[in-house]
Structures are given as structure tokens and as C-alpha cells.
């Protein structure tokens, strides 16, 4: 019989719906209930492609008298991550600092208040190498409950006054100058693996918002340190097992320094964020592996995670059906044995994807397999021959159980996919990328954004959920809503952005310009979350900060500029201290301290005179520049819809480009060369 979750549009909430447990959503009446039965609430969080959150659910939650006990002595209820951040960061932090660790599934116990006193992660249907089971957690968590009420009261008020008095103020920090940028990258440098790329040890993370900050700071300073970690980094990750070889794409992180074994569910975010850094990353230096490594995830992400309502899905999960065993396990359908490749193309040609792609009969991962690699020390393959296996073995993964999809649409995450595919599509000339982020902003319009612009956090199915968008949703549509705009030259998209980043101001930032992840007027928990640092994506402070200085450079407004840098003071504060957990806000900084530069380009659009000038615009690589692009303007005329087209007009009746900084402009140029020059492109 289904429970209370079978309503729900979370596809890891439906998950559950046929548990014995009796979940609840996070709702009042589950509370109300709690207090009602005057017992205490099991909060357990997670997300629809974790793991352990299913190896919990399979061992406990399935289970009928470990359901029962949870019945008879909690109100249970059940919260996905993706949908829930705000609840989900609050309890976090209080996890994090009450056992120094954290993930995911996250098990909290809490009172009637919300107010929580015990905390752990996932715990095994038996003891195990020091772990009670989960039987005994709740038997202890009951026992103290009905034997020991004041203390557990004491507990639960304390952890609140902790969390209480964690606000941050960071608001008369100033803004980040070169010295703390330079600090930064010096701190990098200490936590740098120079051996395999990336930063510090396993598990290691594709650290995509540090290698943005680290193109940047190339750009604007020539650092050759700074691109070297980056360049390093990217053809590590995109050579090792975290890179999908056959498919595109990223997994989500690599439980070894190498980046061999992957820890394999792929997130929308993650591949996003990676496709515009190795896309940036081509037009830094034209490398090749950059270029295919963009495009050939760009191409993952459409194919693979492009819903019917033309968005973008969450993940796929990290685990499949094992064709040979009928068991659910980690990566079944990406990892290879000599055999199997042997099996699929022949003795010769096996033989040589085993040697191209480092598979060998020992197996990299588990039970004798391998993940696909592009080892150093492979053979030379020419490229037609590669192009067959690849199409060959791709068909044959394709035959094999596929991992599930979480099909629900985050507003943020797709934000971040509309930028990637949008420059994308305009720095590889793929008109089709483009398209696939137009229609993806459409369905962020229609579905998520109401009649006064404010965002839902997700839909599904084209249904939208019934949780309010966050400050990153905000801050990171309004980006992709930018970088659309630049790339279309259509000005509706700078205009929505505009709703989105009056709302930050509105109804997200403080008195001393700080700014929080949730409404003023949004659910109370038991504290306001705010955290400026980077978790797997940018921060919301410090995305919605980056929005802020983009349509002010677009703009002119003096209102929009000053919020961001009011809250860059958090960059200046942490910059120097944990760059590798606030890599997006040194990206924003990286922006501000070279103006941002402003980019008009004018001309008729028949001319493809304007469609090369347009092009090398988008390919410069001034940090943060903004482009519009439309017709001339009259001298005495305004800018339509780009303000910066304001009195733009044509010289020598020839497609024109104006470059700005600082309130000093260059000198209006026809010359995709001379424009190239302004902007910093390496090759125009």
C-alpha cells in the first residue's frame, strides 16, 4: 500500500512510496503529528542517484520490522537534497559539526520543533567495523527519549544555539583586490597535485568553479602557473575513468588521486559546469582534447538527460543491473572486460580497445573489470579505426540494463546547462546546442517562473514542484539567461535575467549586503541557511553575485554593481584562506577586477561581416566580458533592448565593434583582428 509520498514529484521521494515505512514529506502536519503522538521525528535525507541511499533503503527501509519499529516510535519523514537545500544544508552543517563528517543518505533525529539531537549518516542492517546498525540507533534513540527527555531537550536546544550563532558577516569585508587573487592562487598551488592534477587526495573531485577561477586569472594577469594547473587538470580528468570514453560525460567524482575508478552516477551539474570550463579552455589555448572533450559532453547532456519538456533531468544513477548476475550494482554498465571487448569486435580489434583503453585482464574495478582510460603510454589508433570501435562498443553498452534517470528538472542545474550549450553552440558553430538551450530557458519561463518572476525550485513532467526556488536557482538562471542572451542577441533573456536579479536584492540580501539562500518570506527553519562556499556547484551568494556584475556591465545600473560587490566581500575574506571552496566567487572577482569588459557589436544581420565580429566577441577571453549584439543605433537613439547598443552605429557602413572598461572605451573597430586584440583571444 502506498504511503504518503505517492503524490510527490520527486522521483526520489516516489522511490520510497511503496516503502512499509510510513514517510511523510517535510510538511507542518508531520510535525504536528509528532507533537500529537509525543514522539520524536526520523528525518532521513538523500537523493535519487545515491548509492548508499539506496543500499539503506534496500537493507532498513524495506524491511518489515524495521518499518515497524519506525512506525510505532518516530514520525519518519523523507527529504530529497535536490529538492529541499535549504532543509538540507541546516541539518547538514549541524551533522558536519557535530561528527566532523557529512553525505549522504543523512540520518537526523529531531524534536517536535524541528530541533535535532542525534545525527549520523548511513548506518548497516548489523554492527559493522564500528558502527552500531540501524535497529540499534533507534532503539537507542527511543531509549533516551522515554528515560532521559530532559536531557535530550538540553541536547536539541544547545545544537540550536550553536547553530544560531554561526551567522556570517562578511558585508564591510570590501571587495577582492589583486593581492587576495594572488594569495588565492598561491594556495592552490600548496593543495596542488602536481603528479595526477586536481587538488588534494582521494576521493578527489572534478573541481570545475577552481579551474574557471584559474582561466580567468590567466587571462587577466598571464599567469602561466594558473593555466598550467588548469590544462593539467582538465586532460588528467578527461584521459582517466571519470570521463566517460564512449559516451561523453562526467561521472561524479574518482575514489582514487588518479581519477581511475569513478564513483559513476553523472550529475547534471557537474557536466554543465565541466563542458563551458573545457570549452573556455579550447578558446584559451585551441587545444583538440578541449574541444572534443566540450562538445562530446554537450552531446551527453542532450542525448542523455534532455527531457520531453526540452529540459534537462538531474542524474543517472550510479547503478545498474548486472546482466549476468540480475543484481543492481555500481557500475555494471560502463566497465569492461578483455573479453567482453573481444566478444563485441573481433580478437584483432579487441585487442586493441584493451590496449587503447587500458583494460586488462586484472581489471581496474571490481570482479576482473576496467574502466576506460586513455592511458599515456596507448597505442597510436588512427582516427577512422577509433571512430568504428567506439560506434561498435557504444551500440553494445547500449544493449546492457541502462542506470535510472532522475527525471526532475532543478532550476538551477539548468541554468548552468543553458550557458554551457548556448557558448557552446556559438564557439563550435552548433546552431543545434543553442536551440537545445533556447528551449530549455523556455521551459524554465513557462513552468518555473510565475507571474511575478518568482522560481520554483523543480518540476517534473512538466508539473512544477511545490518548493520555492533557492538563492542559487536565481543566481544561476539569471546566468544562463545572460550567456543566452550574448549568444542570441536576443534581448527577452536579458530582461528575465533582470526580474531575477532584482529579486536577489528584493527578497535574498541582508542589510550589510550578504546575502542568504532562502526568501525573507520563506519557510522558517531553525536557522536561516547562508553559506557563500561552493559545494559540487557554485554557491548561490556568490552565483547570484556574478549575475548581479553581469547585467550591470549590460546595464549601467550603479545599483546592481555595488550589490555585487558587497557581496564579493565574502571572496575577499575567504579567498585567501580556502580558494579551493570558493573557486566560482574568485571567477566573479577575477570579473570585476578587469571591469567586466562590455562588448557592442552592431550591424545588419544579413551581413555575415556581423556573424564573424559576433563570433570573435563571444571568443574573447577578457573574464566575464558581456556582449550585445543588434542593429546600429541612432546617435540620439537608446539601445532597444541592450542598453550598450545605445548609439552603437556602423562605421564606414561596416558591421562594428565597441569595447568598454571602467568608463574608458577603445577605439570602434570593423577588424575581427583588432577586436580579437581588445579582448584577449588567443587566435581569432
Known amino acids: 500500500m502506498p504511503n504518503r509520498l505517492a503524490n510527490e514529484t520527486s522521483p526520489y521521494l516516489l522511490q520510497h512510496a511503496d516503502n512499509p515505512v510510513d514517510w511523510w514529506p517535510w510538511s507542518p502536519e508531520a510535525f504536528a503529528q509528532a507533537r500529537e503522538r509525543g514522539v520524536p521525528v526520523h528525518l532521513s535525507v538523500g537523493y535519487a542517484s545515491c548509492h548508499w541511499c539506496h543500499v539503506l533503503a534496500s537493507e532498513s527501509f524495506e524491511d518489515e520490522l524495521t518499518a515497524a519499529y519506525m512506525n510505532e516510535h518516530f514520525v519518519n519523514i523523507k527529504v530529497d537534497r535536490e529538492e529541499r537545500p535549504d532543509v538540507d544544508a541546516v541539518y547538514m552543517e549541524a551533522v558536519q559539526a557535530a561528527t566532523g563528517q557529512g553525505g549522504w543518505p543523512m540520518t537526523v533525529f529531531m524534536t517536535a520543533d524541528a530541533e535535532p539531537f542525534y545525527f549520523g549518516t548511513y548506518f548497516p542492517p548489523e554492527p559493522r567495523q564500528g558502527m552500531p546498525s540501524f535497529m540499534q540507533v533507534l532503539e537507542g534513540v527511543r531509549t533516551a527519549w522515554v528515560g532521559r527527555p530532559e536531557e535530550v531537550a538540553e541536547v536539541a536546544q544547545r545544537i540550536v544555539r550553536d547553530l544560531a550563532g554561526r551567522e556570517l558577516d562578511y558585508g564591510k569585508a570590501g571587495t577582492p583586490g589583486p593581492e587576495e587573487l594572488a594569495r588565492a592562487l598561491l594556495g592552490l598551488a600548496r593543495e596542488y597535485d602536481a603528479a595526477h592534477g586536481g587538488f588534494g587526495g582521494a576521493p578527489k573531485f572534478p573541481p570545475s568553479m577552481v579551474l574557471e577561477f584559474l582561466l580567468r586569472h590567466h587571462a587577466r594577469t598571464g599567469s602561466e602557473g594558473a593555466l598550467q594547473m588548469a590544462v593539467q587538470t582538465c586532460e588528467a580528468m578527461a584521459r582517466g575513468g571519470i570521463y566517460d570514453q564512449l559516451g561523453g560525460g562526467f561521472a561524479r567524482y574518482s575514489v582514487d588521486r588518479e581519477w581511475v575508478v569513478p564513483h559513476f552516477e553523472k550529475m547534471l551539474y557537474d557536466n554543465a559546469l565541466l563542458c563551458r570550463v573545457y570549452a573556455h579552455l579550447w578558446r584559451a589555448t585551441g587545444s583538440d582534447l578541449a574541444r572534443r572533450v566540450a562538445l562530446e559532453t554537450a552531446d551527453f547532456m542532450v542525448r542523455e538527460l534532455r527531457t520531453d519538456q526540452g529540459g534537462f533531468a538531474s542524474a543517472l544513477d550510479a547503478d545498474s543491473e548486472d546482466p549476468l548476475t540480475g543484481e543492481h550494482v555500481e557500475g555494471a554498465y560502463y566497465a569492461w572486460t578483455p573479453a567482453q571487448l573481444r566478444d563485441v569486435l573481433g580478437e584483432a580489434d579487441g585487442d586493441l580497445a584493451a590496449g587503447y583503453f587500458g583494460v586488462t585482464e586484472e581489471g581496474t574495478f571490481e570482479h576482473g573489470t576496467s574502466v576506460l582510460q586513455l592511458p599515456q603510454d596507448g597505442p597510436a589508433v588512427e582516427a577512422d579505426v577509433l571512430a568504428g570501435i567506439k560506434e561498435r562498443l557504444l551500440a553494445a553498452r547500449g544493449r546492457r540494463p541502462a542506470p535510472g534517470r532522475d527525471d526532475k528538472i532543478v532550476a538551477a542545474w539548468n541554468g548552468l546547462a543553458i550557458a554551457a550549450l548556448a557558448e557552446c553552440g556559438a564557439y563550435f558553430e552548433r546552431p543545434d546546442l543553442v536551440e537545445r538551450a533556447t528551449e530549455a530557458a523556455d521551459l524554465l519561463v513557462r513552468v518555473h517562473m510565475d507571474g511575478r518572476a518568482r522560481l520554483s525550485r523543480t518540476s517534473k513532467d512538466g508539473r512544477v514542484g511545490s518548493n520555492d526556488g533557492v538563492l542559487e536557482d536565481y543566481g544561476d538562471v539569471a546566468e544562463g539567461f545572460l550567456a543566452l542572451a550574448s549568444v542570441t542577441g536576443e534581448g527577452v533573456w536579458l530582461e528575465f535575467a533582470g526580474f531575477l536579479v532584482d529579486l536577489v536584492l ?59 560587490e558587497r557581496a564579493l566581500g565574502v571572496v575577499h575574506a575567504l579567498g585567501p584562506r580556502v580558494p579551493r571552496f570558493i573557486g566560482h566567487g574568485l571567477s566573479v572577482a577575477e570579473a570585476l577586477l578587469d571591469g567586466p569588459r562590455e562588448v557592442a557589436v552592431v550591424g545588419h544581420p544579413e551581413d555575415p561581416a556581423l556573424a564573424l565580429l559576433h563570433r570573435t566577441a563571444l571568443l574573447g577571453t577578457a573574464p566575464g566580458a558581456v556582449v550585445a549584439v543588434g542593429l546600429p543605433r541612432a546617435a540620439d537613439g537608446d539601445g532597444g533592448e541592450f542598453p550598450l547598443l545605445a548609439e552603437r552605429t556602423l562605421v564606414r557602413d561596416l558591421p562594428t565593434a565597441y569595447v568598454c572598461r571602467h568608463f574608458v572605451c577603445a577605439r570602434p573597430t570593423t577588424d575581427p583582428v583588432e577586436l580579437a586584440e581588445q579582448l584577449g583571444v588567443i587566435r581569432p
Open 506 to 564: 528584493d527578497r535574498f540580501a541582508a542589510e550589510d549586503g550578504s546575502l542568504y539562500d532562502t526568501a525573507h518570506d520563506a519557510e522558517k527553519l531553525i536557522r536561516r541557511p547562508q553559506d557563500p562556499t561552493d559545494t559540487a556547484a557554485p554557491s548561490g551568494w556568490t552565483a547570484a553575485a556574478g549575475a548581479l556584475l553581469s547585467y550591470a556591465a549590460h546595464t549601467g545600473s550603479q545599483a546592481h554593481r555595488t550589490a555585487a
